[in-house]
Each structure stands twice: as structure tokens, then as C-alpha cells.
């Protein structure tokens, strides 16, 4: 699975749905191994940063950098774990994972109001000023009971988006 030239083997296809827990079926996966091996131009069985923004949809995503920190040199089961999180088949509690960890940039398992205030400023760009910024994100966090002091680990981001209804989700294209 390591060269990208070679054939998914059923062994293997069984090994990578059971790495992102059964989020994609045996056709998803074989599907991806071969999207995986279009951007792995190297073919080396790894894909660069790069090379993920080779991908227009990615390159001009406003988190693009800060995806590229989680998904930077990824093989094809780490590829594929990656993309669970946007199966229509991953939990709630997956999605809110994977956004957790877009947050958490220094992956120290917390995130902090300057954390939150990195990712609107990646959202928002120059559309709204800092003080509006740091004005909302103040009023939201005092509307869930958090202070701009306050510490958000995996467990409060569960407990705030939990039940939010997270609609992440990608189609993966079967032949």
C-alpha cells in the first residue's frame, strides 16, 4: 500500500475501512486510492502539501494552511482517515473531533480564546475589524458560559456543537 503504483489488495481495503472505523464502503475506498494516486505525483505513497493544493477547491479554502498542518505527508490510510471525518457515515462526535483539532494549531489538546480568534481571522479576512472579532466571539463564549479566560478542551467542544446538527460531509464519487 506504500507504493502508490500497486493494486489495493481486498486485505488492504478491509485494513483502511477498519483504520477510519467503516466510514466509507470497499468501492469509497478504492475510489480514493485512486484520487490518491493522482495527487501523489511523486509517487513516493505520500502526499506533500503541495500537492494537496494542487486540489483548486482546497487551495482557496480560507483553512487551507491550517489543514495543511494535519494533512502534510499523509499515506493513503492517513488520507483516508483524514477524509472520514467528512463521510456521511462518521459520527457527530468524529466531525467534532476533526474540528477540534483544526482549532487546536499548537495540538497541546486545548484551545484558547487567541485560538478561536486565529480561526475567524482566518474566516473572516478583512471583512470585519479585530474589535468586532473579539466583540462576537466575547458574546458567544459569555452565551455558552465561558469567559475569554476559559480553556475549551475535546470534551467542551462535544458538550457546545454536540447538538449543533454538524453537516460535513463530501461525496465520494464510485465507478
Known amino acids: 500500500m506504500g507504493n502508490t503504483s500497486s493494486m489495493l489488495t481486498q486485505y488492504d481495503i478491509e485494513e483502511v475501512q477498519e483504520h477510519c472505523n467503516n466510514t466509507f464502503s470497499q468501492q469509497e475506498i478504492v475510489s480514493l486510492y485512486q484520487r490518491f494516486c493522482q495527487l501523489d505525483r511523486s509517487g513516493g505513497g505520500f502526499i506533500s ?34 477524509l472520514s471525518a467528512f463521510s ?20 497541546n489538546g486545548k484551545v484558547t480564546f487567541n485560538d478561536i480568534m486565529d480561526m475567524l481571522r482566518d474566516l473572516t479576512g478583512t ?25 475549551f478542551v475535546l470534551a467542551d467542544f462535544v458538550k457546545i456543537l454536540g447538538s449543533s446538527g454538524l453537516k460535513m460531509e463530501v461525496e465520494v464519487p464510485v465507478d
Open 49 to 82: 502539501g503541495d500537492e494537496f493544493l494542487s486540489v483548486p477547491e482546497f487551495a482557496v479554502n480560507p483553512l487551507s494552511q491550517r489543514l495543511l498542518r494535519m494533512i502534510d505527508g499523509l499515506n493513503f490510510k492517513e488520507f483516508v482517515a483524514f
Open 88 to 107: 456521511s457515515r462518521a459520527t457527530p462526535d468524529q466531525k467534532i473531533e476533526f474540528i477540534f483539532k483544526v482549532y487546536d494549531l499548537d495540538c
Open 127 to 151: 471583512y470585519i475589524s479585530e474589535q468586532q472579532r473579539q466583540q462576537v466571539l466575547t458574546h458567544v463564549l459569555e452565551e455558552a458560559g465561558y469567559t475569554k479566560d476559559s480553556l
